[in-house]
């Protein structure tokens, strides 16, 4: 019975989501799949694609396209128990050099795109009162200190802080939410189609020019983390008893997230006299 639970993952058609997609299936879970063309979705899985699979077409932007595949994914299973939410772009650029349209899209797709996913999908969880929700992140929604991934990294910080309070609103109706932090994994991320790239780049930021070149030219290809290994991961979290409100992929996440810890717990202690000294 375990492994009749329903996932709904988006963003399924390559990357992470892909390769989770294709251990559930695997595994012998039912999967409803999510991209801007289903029949991308067919392709990718092959002779996967069975009746425990249903690819759905969906535009993240609007809320009622993703209310429709909820739907139709309950329609077809009979309910939705697990939702990973994976879709999203990395955009690369200073933010002086980023116009208010660049900066906007990234968002209107990282964040408000899965803000519809939780909309629609928690009146269903909340009546059946269980279900798991994982947002996925990145390390560079726990530490920005990467020049030229700032929009970006804004809005992995703001799918880092509404998972924290999606876990305490819908602990009550026996949901669990996970934040997915993801270190460097060797998929398509940093190609030319998942990473975009300043329309006016500004020659004076030589930091970002030279960041930006490192991870297309670089980095791509050449990641440390398994894609395979992280879906294992995230199955493995979603059949524990007690899942972690933060999961950290790799062992890059692991060091960076340490390393940012360390900054805040000594900026504390050296400014702890200026900082508590503030009250009445």
Same mark, same amino acid.
Request: net charge negative; glycine share 10%; proline share 4%.
């Given at each position: 019975?375990?492994?009749?639970?329903?996932?709904?993952?988006?963003?399924?058609? *390559?990357?992470? #989501?892909?390769?989770?997609?294709?251990?559930?299936?695997?595994?012998?879970?039912?999967?409803?799949?999510?991209?801007?063309?289903?029949?991308?979705?067919?392709?990718?899985?092959?002779?996967?694609?069975?009746?425990?699979?249903?690819?759905?077409?969906?535009?993240?932007?609007?809320?009622?396209?993703?209310?429709?595949?909820?739907?139709? !994914?309950?329609?077809?299973?009979?309910?939705?128990?697990?939702?990973?939410?994976? !879709?999203?772009?990395?955009?690369?650029?200073?933010?002086?050099?980023?116009?208010?349209?660049?900066?906007?899209?990234?968002?209107?797709?990282?964040?408000? /795109?899965?803000?519809?996913?939780?909309? *629609? @999908?928690?009146?269903?969880?909340?009546?059946?009162?269980?279900?798991?929700?994982? &947002?996925?992140?990145? @390390?560079?929604?726990?530490?920005?200190?990467?020049?030229?991934?700032?929009?970006?990294?804004?809005?992995?910080?703001?799918?880092? #802080?509404?998972?924290?309070?999606?876990?305490?609103?819908?602990?009550?109706?026996?949901?669990?939410?996970?934040?997915?932090?993801?270190?460097?994994?060797?998929?398509?991320?940093?190609?030319?189609?998942?990473?975009?790239?300043?329309?006016?780049?500004?020659?004076?930021? *030589?930091?970002?020019?030279?960041?930006?070149?490192?991870?297309?030219?670089?980095?791509?290809? &050449?990641?440390?983390?398994?894609?395979?290994?992280?879906?294992?991961?995230?199955?493995?979290?979603?059949?524990?008893?007690?899942?972690?409100?933060?999961?950290?992929?790799?062992?890059? !996440?692991?060091?960076?997230?340490? !390393?940012?810890?360390?900054?805040?717990?000594?900026?504390?202690?050296?400014?702890?006299?200026?900082?508590?000294?503030? /009250?009445?």
């Amino acid at each position: 019975m375990e492994n009749k639970k329903v996932w709904f993952v988006t963003g399924a058609s *390559k990357g992470l #989501g892909l390769s989770l997609v294709k251990q559930l299936l695997n595994n012998g879970y039912d999967v409803a799949a999510t991209s801007r063309n289903a029949q991308d979705l067919t392709d990718a899985l092959g002779d996967l694609a069975t009746s425990a699979f249903l690819p759905l077409a969906m535009n993240l932007q609007s809320e009622d396209s993703v209310g429709e595949a909820i739907e139709k !994914a309950v329609d077809y299973f009979g309910h939705i128990d697990i939702v990973v939410n994976n !879709a999203g772009y990395g955009l690369a650029g200073g933010l002086e050099e980023l116009s208010d349209k660049e900066a906007r899209a990234n968002f209107d797709v990282n964040v408000f /795109g899965m803000l519809h996913v939780i909309r *629609k @999908v928690m009146p269903h969880l909340r009546k059946q009162e269980s279900g798991h929700i994982f &947002n996925i992140s990145s @390390v560079g929604g726990f530490t920005g200190n990467f020049p030229g991934f700032g929009i970006y990294c804004a809005t992995k910080f703001a799918v880092h #802080g509404l998972t924290e309070s999606l876990a305490a609103e819908v602990r009550d109706f026996k949901i669990w939410a996970t934040v997915v932090y993801p270190g460097y994994f060797r998929t398509n991320f940093l190609t030319e189609g998942s990473l975009q790239v300043p329309q006016h780049p500004i020659d004076a930021y *030589k930091s970002v020019r030279d960041s930006q070149q490192m991870h297309q030219d670089d980095i791509n290809g &050449n990641q440390p983390g398994d894609p395979e290994k992280a879906a294992a991961a995230m199955i493995k979290v979603a059949e524990s008893g007690q899942p972690p409100v933060h999961l950290f992929l790799g062992q890059d !996440a692991y060091e960076f997230a340490k !390393a940012k810890i360390e900054i805040i717990e000594n900026d504390l202690e050296q400014w702890k006299e200026t900082t508590v000294n503030t /009250g009445f």
